[in-house]
């Protein structure tokens, strides 16, 4: 029987803490939130292990590495009362990590299916006054917005301008970018009218179908 809260303390420690991740209150947030309860019950015993793993909701959808998913929430620079936008986030770990700094955030899932199980998820860890919306991710959720963080769950090859288009002004998306040999965590910042870019680290993530580079997107 896997001890997940001993696991937990060694993920924040072991994976965390070694990796630049600097901020006390996404440490406390990432040490509290029972990743378990968000996985899918066949990698259960690998949850906290330092690699992305299956989401709750049988949908194929993969939650990413603590290390990886830390940097990329303290890239956003979230602070209390941001409007987030959480895309591919399947049953919601990271929306209740947002949720716990403060964010009022707005889950975004393709599959009714993966919404039911999100919303249920929440509910056990007591993410309240968090949205789970189904809706086509490369669409974003426009009725919401502007945002202040769209945080995308996974690697793009293109990130879609609708999504840049729902950032407010000074407003920061964080996503994973590039082939799977070269990837890297990106943040995207909204000023005057333009999107600027910064490099943040390399990085690793599964692949999300709907972000491949086609005609139509911009980089």
Known sequence: MVDF???RRAMVDGQLRTADVTRTDILDIFSVVPRELFVDL???AVAYADRAVLSAGGVGR??????TLARMIQATDIKAGDRVLDIAAGSGYTTALLAGLGGHVTLLEDQAEQCAVAREALKWVNSGGVNVQQGELTNGLAQGAPYDIILVNGRCEQVPQSLFQQLKEGGRLVAIMGNAVAAEVRVYTLSDGS????RLMNASGPLLPGFLQVSGFVF
């Open 5 to 7: 809260s001993q696991a």
């Open 42 to 44: 066949s990698e259960q």
């Open 62 to 67: 993969k939650i990413l590495s603590p290390m």
């Open 195 to 198: 999107v600027g870019e910064k």
